[in-house]
């Protein structure tokens, strides 16, 4: 018995699961199939992160990188918040550890 699908997705880290999920929505009638070599989701990388939404504060203010970064905190903040997913925003301190880091806190605060 040969099993058949509309689109195969290899992977099951966060961007084969991403992909998969914006795949859902736009072709629902579609049969997907995801594959991934390890025995459960997020095995590697993705299951590695810090679990932390970045802000952005060391790209240069109105870089490329800052904006998506900023844009990507604000879009993942409301997907938890549609899908009921629990976050904290606790903010971020960050110390000079000497006083010639000090004018560098500065440039964060810009950023």
Request: with cysteine; glycine share 8%; aromatic share 10%.
């Amino acid at each position: 018995m040969s099993k058949r699908y509309d689109i195969a997705i290899v992977g099951a880290g966060i961007v084969g699961a991403a992909v998969l999920y914006e795949y859902q929505k736009r072709y629902p009638q579609h049969k997907v199939h995801l594959i991934e070599k390890e025995p459960v989701a997020a095995f590697h990388q993705t299951g590695r992160n810090s679990g932390v939404i970045h802000a952005g504060v060391y790209y240069p203010a109105g870089s490329l990188k800052s904006q998506y970064c900023r844009q990507g905190l604000e879009d993942t903040i409301a997907w938890c918040r549609d899908h009921h997913l629990p976050f904290e925003q606790c903010g971020k301190l960050i110390v000079a550890t000497n006083t010639d880091e000090l004018h560098k806190l500065d440039n964060l605060f810009i950023n």
